[in-house]
């Protein structure tokens, strides 16, 4: 690494105790296109738009932009700017902000209402992530020159078009939902954040720049 990363310090330990070999190959081609895409833009000093969608942009899609986000920082991959979005508005899940800030994020709610809107820091000298639920094609996201990420199969398969994308690419996860309000909650929404994040690691450690 050229430069010290400025990360928050639990943050950085966290990195440095994810094993991207436990990455099946299977995945790794999964995983692949995002890295072409990146690689692509880096290689051509072009900004990087990455929108990561899911059906309520409420928990895996939120994992998604901050993971990513932060790798980009943690690999000093510059001109990296991370959304997320939904088929449907609905809330940012209280479980993730937990399980985020459980990992070092200093995560503050800036507004409390029905759709609490998060300010999610990871150095401290970057500007927060902005968490809120909001669909895909909302004014905060971009509206073209981008790469959809499509992380659950429902929205894959429900959002034939995301208007401006110049690449979609199906990257899916399990959702944690399947746990809520039981005993495992916490550890397997802790499970899958890990699991982004060694899958993001994974992919931003493999870019030239």
Avoid at 118 to 140: C, R, T, V, W
Wanted: hydrophobic share 35%.
């Amino acid at each position: 690494m050229t430069t010290q990363s400025d990360l928050f310090l639990e943050i950085e330990q966290v990195i440095k105790g994810l094993n991207p070999q436990t990455i099946s190959d299977e995945r790794k081609a999964v995983l692949q296109p995002l890295t072409d895409y990146i690689q692509t833009k880096v290689s051509q000093n072009r900004e990087i738009r990455i929108n990561f969608i899911c059906t309520h942009n409420s928990r895996r899609s939120h994992l998604s932009q901050v993971w990513a986000q932060t790798m980009a920082n943690y690999f000093h991959i510059k001109n990296v700017f991370c959304y997320s979005g939904g088929t449907e508005r609905t809330a940012l899940f209280p479980m993730v902000a937990e399980t985020l800030q459980n990992s070092g994020f200093q995560i503050k709610a800036i507004s409390k209402n029905e759709n609490p809107v998060y300010s999610i820091k990871y150095a401290d000298n970057e500007h927060p992530i902005i968490g809120f639920s909001k669909k895909l094609d909302d004014d905060f996201n971009p509206k073209s020159e981008f790469a959809a990420i499509m992380t659950c199969s429902q929205a894959d398969g429900g959002c034939p078009f995301i208007a401006g994308a110049e690449k979609r690419i199906s990257i899916t996860f399990e959702d944690p939902k399947a746990f809520d309000n039981t005993p495992q909650q916490a550890e397997k929404y802790k499970e899958r954040s890990l699991q982004i994040a060694t899958e993001l690691f994974y992919v931003f450690s493999q870019i030239n720049s």
